[in-house]
């Protein structure tokens, strides 16, 4: 940790659409962060679709940034939607990129996942495919309490703040988890 004491967490949305519930939950854990957390949210739109010609001709600088912001921060929190029973290209596509050599950026890092869906069964089958892809990179997911969002609709309210209690209550013991996971790691 850079500024002691300071865990700075990167988030990274799965939904580019602007009402994303995922995008919501983000905001809500934005607001339920522990004491000496901060969270900001990369920008993942503009990263184009995995090549290895152009990989190897240099990363493009949306992927570049992206790199920099993942080796810069203590801990990472993905929000993810489920499509088709596994996580959005979109992300997959983003850790794709930003996982290639030199000095791959996910290696060790905390990582908090929720995901919210208007479906009944709150992401499990995408988050267990990122997490599966969390083992490949050696990223350390935070495992109890799962933060999985069904039936989004009925707990953002339209103005997509998280109405719901109990997964304001399960997103701040998942942020509480990381930190104490990246302080230990740290200590
Ligand atoms: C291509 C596609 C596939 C989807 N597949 C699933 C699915 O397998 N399981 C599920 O619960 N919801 C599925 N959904 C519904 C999304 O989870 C829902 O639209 C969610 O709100 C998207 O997240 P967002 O609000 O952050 O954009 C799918 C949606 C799309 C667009």
């Known amino acids: 940790m850079a500024d002691k004491g300071v865990v700075k967490v990167l988030g990274m949305c799965g939904s580019l659409r602007k009402s994303s519930f995922n995008r919501a939950a983000l905001r809500a854990a934005a607001e339920l962060l522990p004491d000496g957390m901060t969270l900001t949210v990369a920008d993942i739109a503009a990263i184009p679709l995995y090549n290895e010609d152009v990989r190897q001709a240099g990363f493009p600088p949306p992927v570049q940034s992206l790199r920099e912001a993942i080796a810069a921060a203590d801990a990472l929190l993905f929000a993810t939607p489920e499509y088709n029973y596994s996580m959005p290209g979109v992300l997959k596509?983003?850790?794709?990129?930003?996982?290639?050599?030199?000095?791959?950026?996910?290696?060790?890092?905390?990582?908090?996942?929720?995901?919210?869906?208007?479906?009944?069964?709150?992401?499990?089958?995408?988050?267990?495919?990122?997490?599966?892809?969390?083992?490949?990179?050696?990223?350390?997911?935070?495992?109890?309490?799962?933060?999985?969002?069904?039936?989004?609709?009925?707990?953002?309210?339209?103005?997509?703040?998280?109405?719901?209690?109990t997964t304001r209550k399960l997103i701040k013991e998942h942020l509480e988890a990381l930190i104490a996971c990246t302080q230990r790691l740290a200590a």
Request: proline share 8%.
């Open 93 to 165: 596509n983003a850790i794709d990129w930003a996982s290639r050599p030199p000095d791959q950026p996910f290696n060790g890092k905390p990582v908090a996942i929720m995901g919210a869906t208007s479906g009944l069964w709150g992401t499990s089958r995408a988050q267990y495919h990122l997490r599966q892809s969390c083992v490949f990179l050696n990223m350390l997911p935070i495992n109890k309490p799962e933060v999985l969002i069904a039936q989004a609709q009925t707990k953002f309210n339209d103005k997509g703040e998280l109405t719901d209690e």
